[in-house]
């Protein structure tokens, strides 16, 4: 199965600073997401992509960029936080025993803080 | 879009029965999942329904009733491990997968 990592478990930033979030998988799926998870309001797909430096935007792109220069690597980006970006963050990846069904598996989830 | 519903919480006792419904309303619709997520910790997959039916795994099922729009996750012989969060997705097209807010069961000894 695939491997899905976030460069960062926690994060603190200050409203106005650029943040990266990093996710990288271990094998050759093309399908990468990231999604943000709030109280109440479950996860809400932000930017998905389907191949090297092709993306689409979810339900809530806003305030977000992605890139996708490889094809292992999908980078979520805030030009400038917002204090309403405090969130976790869920980086997740289709493919591999249930790649049929393209089941998403996800990394364990940056927290950011956005202070 | 999507719109999913299910309820925010339920508790139960050890070895009991909990049956998780979710509705949905899409359009393309493409599939139906159940994610199970522990407090701190990433979802991870659970069942898929396509067709409608019951799908079967250990002491786990799903149901699917497309015409209605509705699906169930059923916990049977619930275990103290079971307290988690449950996550109802659908599936519009090949790739989008859209969340319920999820629904939080505890299991009481």
């Known amino acids: 199965d695939v491997k899905v990592t976030q460069s960062s478990r926690y994060l603190v930033k200050r409203t106005g600073e650029k943040v990266f979030l990093e996710c990288v998988q271990d094998?050759?799926?093309?399908?990468m997401f990231w999604y943000r998870q709030d109280p109440g309001l479950g996860l809400r797909l932000i930017y998905f992509s389907y191949d090297v430096k092709m993306k689409e935007k979810g339900d809530i792109p806003e305030g977000y960029s992605v890139s996708r220069e490889k094809k292992e690597r999908f980078s979520l980006i805030l030009e400038s936080a917002s204090t309403n970006q405090t969130s976790m963050y869920l980086c997740?990846?289709?493919?591999?025993?249930?790649?049929?069904?393209?089941?998403?598996?996800f990394g364990a989830g940056s927290r950011l803080t956005v202070l | 879009g999507q719109n999913i519903d299910q309820p925010t919480e339920m508790t139960a006792t050890e070895g009991a029965i909990v049956q998780i419904n979710c509705t949905y309303q899409t359009s393309g619709f493409n599939g139906l999942f159940w994610y199970q997520q522990h407090a701190g910790e990433a979802p991870t997959f659970l069942s898929y329904n396509v067709l409608d039916g019951l799908e079967e795994k250990g002491r786990f099922s799903s149901f699917l009733s497309r015409s209605k729009g509705y699906s169930y996750l059923l916990l049977k012989e619930l275990q103290m491990k079971d307290s988690a969060s449950y996550l109802c997705a659908v599936r519009a097209g090949d790739y989008k997968l859209s969340f319920g807010a999820g629904t939080t069961v505890t299991v009481r000894a």
């Open positions: 997740a990846v289709t493919g591999g025993a249930f790649s049929g069904a393209n089941v998403l598996t």
């Open positions: 094998m050759d799926h093309e399908n």
